[in-house]
């Protein structure tokens, strides 16, 4: 199992920018794939969530972010739009469960995970 997290980098107030997760070594159709991001002296946060059964984005980015997937590709997206200053972290991908049940896990029940990609958003 394998997860590659890129796309990240510095964008202004309000812009946009899309992260992908490429996975190799399964497959999305079996497993959820959760965006989870951690800033400078914060705990790792979930952000979004999608499986082939349910999925689930969190309040602070809702209407604002949005997570898909490309079965053939076997690649997650993860289109981040209006960014803001507190979006700035790093951003990883995971994988482990089969549904995302965000609201009952935390990122501990993910276990395989990608590097990890710096969003920056700065003027």
């Known amino acids: 199992v394998q997860l590659q997290a890129f796309g990240g980098g510095l964008v202004q107030p309000g812009g946009s920018l899309r992260l992908s997760c490429a996975a190799s070594?399964?497959?999305?159709?079996?497993?959820?794939i959760g965006w989870f991001r951690q800033a400078p002296g914060k705990e790792r946060a979930g952000v979004s969530c999608i499986s082939s059964s349910d999925g689930s984005t969190s309040d602070s980015v809702k209407g604002r972010f949005t997570i898909s997937r490309d079965n053939a590709k076997n690649t997650v997206y993860l289109q981040m739009n209006n960014l803001k200053t507190e979006d700035t972290a790093v951003y990883y991908c995971a994988t482990g469960p089969t549904k995302c049940m965000f609201a009952a896990r935390t990122w501990e029940d993910f276990t395989s995970w990608g590097q990890g990609t710096q969003l920056t958003v700065s003027s």
């Open positions: 070594g399964f497959s999305l159709n079996v497993y959820a």
